[in-house]
Protein backbone atom coordinates (compact mmCIF):
# COMPACT_ATOMS: atom_id res chain seq x y z
CA UNK A 1 0.00 0.00 0.00
CA UNK A 2 1.43 3.27 -0.70
CA UNK A 3 1.25 6.15 1.22
CA UNK A 4 -0.40 9.12 0.16
CA UNK A 5 2.06 12.00 -0.60
CA UNK A 6 2.33 14.58 2.36
CA UNK A 7 0.43 12.42 5.01
CA UNK A 8 1.74 11.51 8.71
CA UNK A 9 1.74 8.26 9.84
CA UNK A 10 -0.21 8.19 13.52
CA UNK A 11 2.58 7.93 15.57
CA UNK A 12 4.66 10.60 13.75
CA UNK A 13 2.07 12.83 14.67
CA UNK A 14 1.40 11.61 18.47
CA UNK A 15 5.17 12.44 18.31
CA UNK A 16 4.85 15.85 16.93
CA UNK A 17 2.50 16.55 19.29
CA UNK A 18 4.02 15.56 22.68
CA UNK A 19 7.63 17.25 21.32
CA UNK A 20 5.07 20.22 21.10
CA UNK A 21 3.18 19.92 24.25
CA UNK A 22 6.49 19.70 25.97
CA UNK A 23 7.78 22.75 24.53
CA UNK A 24 4.79 24.62 25.96
CA UNK A 25 5.32 23.15 29.18
CA UNK A 26 8.72 24.77 29.09
CA UNK A 27 7.71 27.83 28.21
CA UNK A 28 4.71 28.27 30.84
CA UNK A 29 7.57 27.22 33.52
CA UNK A 30 9.93 29.88 31.94
CA UNK A 31 6.99 32.93 32.15
CA UNK A 32 5.38 31.48 36.09
CA UNK A 33 9.66 32.41 37.12
CA UNK A 34 9.02 35.57 35.56
CA UNK A 35 5.73 36.64 36.72
CA UNK A 36 7.21 35.47 40.17
CA UNK A 37 10.11 37.41 40.07
CA UNK A 38 7.99 40.33 38.66
CA UNK A 39 5.46 40.37 41.61
CA UNK A 40 8.48 40.26 43.88
CA UNK A 41 10.14 43.10 42.54
CA UNK A 42 6.76 44.91 42.76
CA UNK A 43 6.22 44.14 46.39
CA UNK A 44 9.58 45.07 47.26
CA UNK A 45 9.51 48.70 44.67
CA UNK A 46 5.92 49.07 47.05
CA UNK A 47 7.63 48.89 50.36
CA UNK A 48 10.32 51.24 49.40
CA UNK A 49 7.75 53.46 48.10
CA UNK A 50 6.16 53.57 51.80
CA UNK A 51 9.07 54.23 53.05
CA UNK A 52 10.08 57.13 51.28
CA UNK A 53 6.40 58.18 51.70
CA UNK A 54 7.08 58.44 55.11
CA UNK A 55 10.15 59.69 55.16
CA UNK A 56 9.01 63.10 53.22
CA UNK A 57 6.24 63.26 55.59
CA UNK A 58 8.87 63.67 58.53
CA UNK A 59 10.76 65.95 56.33
CA UNK A 60 7.67 68.23 55.86
CA UNK A 61 7.46 68.35 59.22
CA UNK A 62 10.80 69.72 59.68
CA UNK A 63 10.54 71.88 57.08
CA UNK A 64 7.49 73.67 58.27
CA UNK A 65 8.85 74.06 61.90
CA UNK A 66 11.64 75.44 60.37
CA UNK A 67 10.16 77.60 58.35
CA UNK A 68 7.96 78.68 61.18
CA UNK A 69 11.24 79.58 63.16
CA UNK A 70 13.03 81.71 60.44
CA UNK A 71 9.23 82.99 59.99
CA UNK A 72 9.87 84.21 63.64
CA UNK A 73 13.37 85.48 63.42
CA UNK A 74 12.88 87.20 60.22
CA UNK A 75 10.48 89.27 62.30
CA UNK A 76 12.45 90.03 64.80
CA UNK A 77 15.56 91.29 62.59
CA UNK A 78 12.76 93.54 60.86
CA UNK A 79 11.48 94.89 64.19
CA UNK A 80 15.52 95.44 65.24
CA UNK A 81 15.77 96.96 62.10
CA UNK A 82 13.11 99.26 62.21
CA UNK A 83 14.27 100.61 65.89
CA UNK A 84 17.00 102.77 64.31
CA UNK A 85 19.98 101.56 66.62
CA UNK A 86 22.59 101.15 63.86
CA UNK A 87 25.29 99.50 66.57
CA UNK A 88 23.49 96.72 67.23
CA UNK A 89 22.55 96.50 63.49
CA UNK A 90 26.19 96.73 62.36
CA UNK A 91 27.24 94.04 65.55
CA UNK A 92 24.33 91.85 63.98
CA UNK A 93 25.67 91.49 60.58
CA UNK A 94 29.39 90.95 61.37
CA UNK A 95 27.81 88.10 63.80
CA UNK A 96 26.81 87.06 60.54
CA UNK A 97 29.64 87.16 58.38
CA UNK A 98 31.83 86.04 61.15
CA UNK A 99 30.07 82.51 61.04
CA UNK A 100 29.60 82.20 57.44
CA UNK A 101 33.07 83.01 56.81
CA UNK A 102 34.07 80.14 59.78
CA UNK A 103 31.44 77.79 58.05
CA UNK A 104 33.39 78.62 54.73
CA UNK A 105 36.85 77.69 56.60
CA UNK A 106 35.77 74.18 57.78
CA UNK A 107 34.40 73.19 54.61
Request: with cysteine.
Amino acid sequence: MAKRPGSMSRYGNLTNESMLEQENDRQVDSLRGKVSMLKELTIDIGEEVRSQNAMLGDMDGSFDDTDSLLGISMKKVTRLASSGNGRLMCYLIGFAVTVFLMIWYLM
